[in-house]
C-alpha cells in the first residue's frame, strides 16, 4: 500500500512501511526527550542530596537564621505594624513600661520557673533571629485578600514581661489590617501588677482589650469567653508566655482561607526558659500524644522535614500543640469550639485534634509562621490537684472520642477506671454537639 502526500509542491508516494518507521522514529525521539530531561533533572539535584545525605549533622543542623532589623517589622513587606499604625506615644509607653515593671511586687524567679529577672530587663521588641526555612522569605501575600484574626490569650498570674512581649510581638509583626483586636482574659489573677498597672499599659495600646473573669475559670473557658467576643473572620489562641516572629500571621491566615476546615498551629520554636534565648529546634517535630494521652513530640521523617524546609509547605499533625493555634470561626463554630466540660488545662489539644480529624477537617503545622513558646513544667497555674484535674480530662477525652481504642488508655493508668463513669455525661453532650 502507497499513500500520496504533497509536500512544497512535490509529490511523495509513501510505502507504508516508511509511515510506520516514521511513527517509530518519533516514538523513540520523544522518549529521549524525557529520558534527557528526567536526567537533567535528577543531576540538578545531586549536591543536594549528596550534602544531606553526608551526616545527619549537616542537615539536621539549626537553620540559617537571619537577624530581624530593628524596628521589627510585620511580614508583608510595604504594610505598617498594627503597632505603627496605632500612634502610639512611645515616650509615655516606654515611662509607663518602666514604671510598671520597675514597681511590680512579684515573687522570685523559681516560682515562675522562668528568668523573670532577665525577662523584665530584656528590651519587649526586642530583635530574634527569623527561624523560618529561606524559601518562605520568597513568598508574598495579598494582605488586601486575607481576612482579620482576633488574638486570644488568656492569663493566669504571668509574669509580666512575658505578657507584655508576646503583646509587643504580636502588635510589631501583623500587618495593622489583619489583626482585628487581642483580646485578654485575666483569669481571676492574684497578683497586683496584673490590675491597674496593667490596665494604665493596656489603654496606651492599640487594639487590645482586658476582660477578667471573676472566678477561676481555667485556660479552656477563658479562651472561649474571649472567642465569644471576638468578630473578626479567624480567631488565633496563644499562650500569654509566647513570642511572634517576623511574618507569622500571613501564613496562617492564607492557609484558613484555602483550607476552610482546619485547625493550625505555627511552627513552634523555643524560648529558653532560664536564657529567654530563641531557637528553632534542630530538628522538626510534630504534635502527638501516647496511649495514656499525654502530649507528645514526634521527629518528623527525614524526607518530610526536607520537603517541609525546601517547600517551605505545612504538614499533617495528629494534635496540635495548644499554646498558639488558629481556627476560622464559621469551622470552629460548627465543630463545637472546645469542650467547656475540660477543666483548667489538659487534654483539651488531645481533644480537638481527634474530633477534627474524625469530623472531616484536618490538623497541619504551618512551617513558614513561627511563634516561640517558653516552655514550662505546667503552662497554666492550678488551684486544685493538678494530676487529678488532668486525669479527669483526659479520661473523658477517651470516653468520648476512643471508642474501642479505650482499651489502651485505660490499662496505662491504673486507678483511673473509678473515675470513668463520671465522664460518660461528658461523652453524649459533647457527641451530640458534633452530630
Ligand atoms: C537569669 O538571668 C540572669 C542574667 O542573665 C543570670 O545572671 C541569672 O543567673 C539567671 N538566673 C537563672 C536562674 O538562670
Ligand atoms: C539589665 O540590663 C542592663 C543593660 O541592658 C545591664 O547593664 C544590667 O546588668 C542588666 N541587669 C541584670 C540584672 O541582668
Not at 472566678?215 to 509566647?242: C, N, P
Not at 516572629?245 to 476546615?261: A, F, S
Request: aromatic share 10%; charged share 25%; glycine share 6%.
Amino acid at each position: 500500500m502507497t499513500m500520496r502526500v504533497r509536500l512544497m509542491g512535490q509529490v511523495i508516494h509513501l510505502h507504508m512501511p516508511s509511515i510506520q518507521w516514521i511513527i517509530k522514529a518519533l516514538f523513540v525521539g520523544v522518549l529521549l526527550f524525557f529520558i534527557t530531561n528526567y536526567l537533567s533533572k535528577t543531576t540538578d539535584r545531586g549536591p543536594l542530596k549528596t550534602e544531606s545525605k553526608r551526616s545527619e549533622d549537616s542537615l539536621f543542623r539549626p537553620l540559617d537564621v537571619a537577624t530581624n532589623q530593628k524596628p521589627p517589622v510585620a511580614g508583608s513587606g510595604s504594610h505598617m505594624s498594627a503597632m505603627e499604625a496605632g500612634n502610639v506615644k512611645t515616650r509615655l509607653l516606654m515611662q509607663v513600661q518602666r514604671d510598671i515593671l520597675r514597681n511590680q511586687k512579684r515573687p522570685p524567679d523559681d516560682t515562675y520557673n522562668i528568668n523573670v529577672t532577665l525577662s523584665d530587663n530584656t528590651s519587649m521588641d526586642r530583635e530574634i533571629p527569623d527561624t523560618r526555612p529561606e524559601v518562605c522569605r520568597t513568598f508574598s501575600y495579598d494582605v488586601d485578600k486575607l481576612p482579620a484574626a482576633t488574638v486570644v490569650i488568656p492569663f493566669y498570674n504571668e509574669a509580666l514581661s512575658m505578657l507584655l512581649r508576646t503583646i509587643h510581638s504580636i502588635l510589631w509583626r501583623s500587618p495593622d489590617k489583619l489583626l482585628a483586636k487581642i483580646i485578654l482574659v485575666d483569669d481571676a489573677s492574684t497578683r497586683e501588677y496584673l490590675k491597674e498597672p496593667l490596665d494604665r499599659y493596656v489603654r496606651l495600646l492599640p487594639k487590645v482589650e482586658l476582660i477578667r473573669n471573676e472566678h477561676r475559670e481555667g485556660l479552656i473557658r477563658s479562651r472561649m469567653r474571649g472567642y465569644r467576643l471576638a468578630t473578626s473572620k479567624v480567631v488565633l489562641f496563644q499562650d500569654a508566655h509566647t513570642e511572634c516572629n517576623v511574618g507569622w500571621l500571613e501564613p496562617l491566615l492564607d492557609d484558613l482561607m484555602k483550607h476552610p476546615q482546619s485547625v493550625i498551629q505555627p511552627f513552634v520554636d523555643g524560648v529558653d526558659r532560664l536564657t529567654l534565648e530563641f531557637a528553632a529546634p534542630p530538628t522538626y517535630y510534630r504534635g502527638a500524644f501516647s496511649w495514656d494521652l499525654r502530649y507528645t513530640w514526634l521527629r518528623l521523617p527525614e524526607h518530610e522535614q526536607i520537603r517541609s524546609i525546601e517547600t517551605g509547605q505545612p504538614f499533617f499533625t495528629p494534635t496540635v500543640v495548644g499554646c498558639a493555634l488558629a481556627v476560622r470561626k464559621d469551622y470552629f463554630d460548627h465543630i463545637g469550639w472546645f469542650d467547656e466540660g475540660l477543666n483548667v488545662w489538659g487534654g483539651e489539644n488531645i481533644e480537638l485534634g481527634f474530633r477534627t480529624w474524625m469530623c472531616g477537617g484536618r490538623v497541619v503545622t504551618i512551617t513558614c509562621s513561627r511563634v516561640g513558646h517558653v516552655f514550662k513544667e505546667f503552662p497554666y497555674q492550678f488551684d486544685g490537684n493538678k494530676e487529678e484535674i488532668v486525669q479527669k480530662n483526659l479520661i473523658r477525652v477517651a470516653e468520648t472520642w476512643m471508642d474501642g481504642w479505650k482499651k489502651y488508655f485505660y490499662p496505662d493508668n491504673p486507678g483511673v477506671r473509678l473515675q470513668a463513669a463520671r465522664a460518660e455525661r461528658g461523652r453524649t453532650e459533647v457527641a451530640r454537639r458534633t452530630d
